[in-house]
């Protein structure tokens, strides 16, 4: 019952976010259309007349449809004639809706989902609900790793939304470690000591928001980079569904320490309330110290507080079970272009004009976690911080919602059993064992020979 009321608070708060921070086009109705054949107009041969009074609809989750490309979508429409409707949807609703409305073949012009070679075929299928864009003048400048995670056989299928050269990692405030004397920590020893020292000053160690459902997640597979790198080949193992989740000594480690920093204090007392919104917010306020967070966060404290410099904030890799190896996606949310669309011409043109240089350029000086978008004809914004934080790691390792099947579908499924083990209704095994039956049940609708 706890739980169920964690939930109805989760959803509360970001439908609450969702209609304050949206335009009005956010909050038209869907113009759902039925499912045809794939579209093969090309963009270019629609004229702007024959545009008047269309409106794209596009629907996505929550936080991965900036104001800057808002601005854009404006400018997109004094140009051509053509609107958008962004319509964006709670995370924790977001993949069972947009199933839906594939399966049933009633999608929006445009949909978000999250990139990923696996997924993009075995759960979108985008092969059938998707347009291809390969021959687009934009598709040869994607970055090649990314491209890849948004193909399936060599066919690009989706547009990057966000720069996924960032990593999730430890967002940290210099100046609080300046003045406690404190050292980047190498592993989760030094890490509780770090957080020790802080909480002894009356300073919160991290700012957590699991109202949200999605940021707590982080935790798990983006520190589960180490369970390859304690043992060798343990992703090939995975895929070919030679051994489970369960049972993995790196991953159970993960989670008893999340455990342990919440029963240390070290995550304060409002977690469950906090939201990733008020994130900057609260880092700025010097209230809290650190938070898992992109390499574009010091631009948004800088921006709540002028006092806070960009390079203010530093970078470490989440040192849970002693990681040590950066932890790098070259998947993301990413733009899809509905098969049945009636508008599919119009839609790649959306897609054409976003992908233009200047407003690539537009994009990454407006949005403050953007460094690098994955397009070569894309600007680099990064800092002397962030290239140190880059350099001072070694190793890289690909997060498990990318580099092993089926994980990244269940991310909603994977952040309620987290807030079910931090209330104490689940144990950290449970979660585990329910991350593999969930990835059994994916793998036999997508018919993996691995699992016969």
Request: hydrophobic share 35%; aromatic share 10%.
């Amino acid at each position: 019952m706890k739980l169920r009321k964690l939930a109805v608070l989760s959803l509360t708060v970001a439908v609450a976010l969702v209609f304050s921070g949206c335009t009005k086009e956010q909050t038209a109705e869907e113009k759902g259309t039925a499912a045809s054949e794939k579209s093969s107009v090309s963009p270019e041969t629609v004229s702007k007349s024959d545009k008047s009074g269309v409106t794209l609809s596009f629907m996505a989750s929550q936080d991965w449809i900036q104001d800057a490309e808002i601005d854009l979508s404006k400018k997109f429409t004094e140009e051509t004639g053509i609107k958008v409707d962004y319509q964006i949807i709670p995370s924790d609703q977001y993949v069972n809706l947009l199933m839906t409305k594939l399966n049933t073949g009633e999608c929006t012009d445009i949909f978000g989902a999250q990139s990923g070679k696996f997924d993009i075929k075995d759960q979108i299928n985008v092969e059938k609900n998707a347009v291809d864009l390969s021959g687009t003048k934009w598709s040869s400048q994607v970055e090649p790793l990314v491209a890849d995670e948004l193909s399936v056989d060599g066919t690009l299928y989706g547009q990057p939304i966000q720069d996924v050269s960032s990593v999730w990692a430890i967002g940290y405030n210099k100046q609080i470690f300046k003045k406690l004397n404190l050292e980047i920590p190498t592993d989760y020893q030094s890490f509780t000591q770090v957080c020790d020292a802080m909480a002894a000053q009356g300073i919160i160690p991290i700012y957590e928001c699991v109202s949200d459902g999605w940021h707590h997640t982080l935790w798990l597979p983006e520190t589960g980079v180490q369970a390859e790198t304690v043992e060798p080949g343990i992703v090939e193992r995975w895929n070919n569904n030679e051994v489970p989740f369960a049972g993995n000594t790196t991953l159970e480690t993960i989670l008893n320490q999340i455990n342990d920093m919440i029963s240390k204090g070290y995550w304060g007392e409002d977690y469950m309330s906090n939201t990733y919104a008020d994130s900057a917010k609260n880092i700025a306020s010097g209230k809290y110290a650190m938070t898992i967070a992109n390499q574009g966060f010091g631009v948004e404290v800088n921006k709540v507080n002028p006092e806070i410099a960009v390079d203010d904030i530093g970078y470490f890799v989440i040192p849970l079970a002693d990681n040590q190896t950066l932890n790098v996606n070259p998947a993301g949310p990413a733009r899809f272009v509905f098969s049945g669309s009636k508008h599919a011409a119009e839609a790649q043109q959306y897609l054409e004009f976003l992908a233009r240089e200047e407003n690539l350029t537009y994009l990454t000086e407006n949005v403050g976690k953007f460094n690098k978008l994955p397009f070569e004809n894309a600007p680099s914004m990064y800092t002397e911080t962030i290239q140190d934080f880059y350099n001072r790691y070694d190793k890289k390792g690909t997060v498990l919602q990318t580099a092993v099947k089926y994980v990244n579908p269940q991310w909603s499924e994977i952040g309620a059993n987290l807030s079910a083990m931090i209330v104490g209704e689940m144990a950290p095994e449970e979660v585990l064992t329910s991350i593999d039956e969930v990835r059994a049940q994916q793998a036999k609708a997508a018919s993996d020979p691995a699992w016969k």
